[in-house]
């Protein structure tokens, strides 16, 4: 498939779809910001607020941690999987050797943001519309994932490198108990952010003919 250049007719098209391209995962980060952190509190604010949700239900709760209440949640992952580790469930030497100096990587950064879903919030809406019931747990969380996405290329845009993790259910007790949040609250991802200290890696893609059609398009 070959694309032709194509003309936007607004400039801000082309910046936007060049920081979707240059947006990666850098596990390689440093707890220094190139902007304020008023400045990342606006990029998450305003990703809570203007990110849509299914119905409007608006789902998605964030929290954003920086230094040392961003270390916390690496503090907590790490005891997490050491008592993992006690308890014979994890390898002492694949801890020692592979998972600890990853989460004092992700320890090292500048901040967390914490990506949670209320799902309690839906009941009175999935009684409302009983036909779609099933349909609102999953809207809830491709919601909260849109959000993911909206932070991650903001902070990327800003100088930022970042990378997405998963550790619920391991550490949701101790993240709801350290700050205070609502049970109600379910952890889905952190997302990791600092200065690159070293460069995305290599990254291959499948062939877009094989992912995407288009059909009735004018020359
Ligand atoms: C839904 C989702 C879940 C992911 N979970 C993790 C994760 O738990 N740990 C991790 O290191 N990277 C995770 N990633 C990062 C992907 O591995 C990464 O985005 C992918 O390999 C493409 O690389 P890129 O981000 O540099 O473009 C996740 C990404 C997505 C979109």
Do not use: C
Not at 9 to 32: D, F, I, Q, W
Not at 65 to 90: F, N, Q, R, T, Y
Not at 111 to 132: H, M, N, Q, R, W
């Amino acid at each position: 498939m070959t694309f032709t250049k194509s003309e936007f007719k607004n400039p801000a098209t082309t910046t936007l779809l060049e920081l979707v391209k240059s947006r990666r995962t850098y596990y390689g980060l440093k707890a220094e910001s190139p902007i304020s952190d008023n400045a990342i509190e606006r990029i998450v604010q305003d990703s809570v607020l203007h990110v849509p949700s299914s119905f409007n239900t608006q789902t998605s709760r964030v929290v954003l941690l920086l230094k040392e209440e961003h270390e916390k949640v690496w503090d907590i992952a790490i005891s997490a999987m050491e008592g993992l580790v006690a308890a014979g469930h994890v390898p002492k030497e694949q801890f020692e050797t592979a998972t600890k100096p990853k989460l004092n990587a992700f320890r090292a950064a500048y901040g967390t943001v914490l990506f949670f879903v209320d799902y309690e919030s839906l009941a009175p809406i999935k009684e409302k519309f009983a036909i779609y019931a099933d349909k609102f747990d999953p809207f809830a969380l491709e919601s909260n994932a849109m959000s993911q996405y909206l932070v991650w290329l903001a902070l990327e845009s800003e100088g930022f490198g970042a990378n997405l993790q998963h550790y619920s259910p391991l550490i949701d007790e101790q993240i709801t108990k350290t700050w205070n949040l609502p049970a109600s609250w379910k952890l889905d991802a952190q997302l990791v952010f600092g200065a690159p200290t070293s460069d995305a890696g290599e990254k291959t893609f499948a062939p877009v003919e094989d992912r995407f059609k288009v059909f009735g398009k004018s020359a």
